[in-house]
């Protein structure tokens, strides 16, 4: 595949990526206000996820088709007096909300099953906390088109332990009660690391590998898609303490 054409086979994802998560962003907060009160902290829950989710990625992926439009992606901007790339200043927005992203995804788990966060839990947002402080530190050169392997896997781990438990917590649940939708949820998160991980690791030496942003995105996608349907579509889900079917 030729540079020219793995450029626009990302813009034009990209585009349409932001289009639909954009639209099932608006379709959330439009439909919530005339929705029954069941529900109604899981579903705001989820909201509030994608709408940081939507906000992130159109700095990330927004601002790497501003990039290529105008050139290649390190076209850089002028911020408080300093040029800043325009590709790093994307992923530093979408590496904050991203960690926000998955403590609202804990939050869910805990109240879909009505659980209590306990040790684990806790765990999972004290490797948040530590992530957005990692990522505060200049060594992360957000500027840079190939991150620093080591500050990129430093900021990544705690990342993938929220990301990864808080998959494992909704499974688990899901399993227990039988809970279609949230099983499908974590499975969904769950793919998405499966082609992440490849890239946090192997993109620096391989940047080809980076294609693989494409079907962990589309999984974010999935997941947008299944709790719109179940909990704002039409609201089908049973009380998550119900006994699982034999």
């Not at 909300?97 to 765990?123: A, D, E, H, P």
């Not at 999984?219 to 303490?241: C, E, H, K, N």
């Amino acid at each position: 595949m030729t540079e020219s054409m793995r450029m626009w086979i990302e813009v034009i994802f990209n585009t349409l990526y932001l289009v639909t998560i954009w639209g099932l962003v608006i379709a959330m907060l439009r439909r919530e206000p005339g929705l029954p009160e069941a529900h109604r902290p899981l579903r705001r829950l989820l909201t509030w996820a994608f709408v940081l989710l939507a906000f992130g990625d159109t700095g990330h992926v927004g601002f790497r088709i501003l990039a290529y439009l105008q050139g290649d992606l390190s076209t850089t901007v002028n911020l408080f007096g300093h040029s800043v790339g325009l590709v790093g200043l994307g992923s530093f927005f979408t590496a904050y909300t991203v960690t926000i992203f998955y403590m609202l995804v804990l939050l869910m788990w805990k109240t879909r099953f009505k659980r209590q966060l306990g040790s684990f839990g806790w765990f999972l947002l004290a490797s948040g906390v530590a992530r957005l402080v990692i990522m505060a530190f200049p060594q992360n050169q957000w500027s840079s088109l190939v991150p620093p392997f080591g500050w990129s896997m430093a900021r990544n781990i705690p990342l993938m332990i929220q990301g990864l438990g808080a998959a494992a917590l909704i499974l688990q649940d899901a399993v227990r009660t039988n809970d279609r939708v949230f099983h499908d949820i974590a499975i969904c998160i769950l793919a998405s690391y499966v082609f992440y991980i490849p890239v946090i690791l192997f993109v620096q030496v391989a940047p080809p590998v980076g294609m693989l942003m494409i079907p962990k995105t589309l999984a974010y996608v999935a997941i947008a898609i299944i709790g719109y349907r179940s909990l704002f579509l039409a609201p089908t889900l049973r009380p998550a303490d119900a006994s699982p079917k034999s």
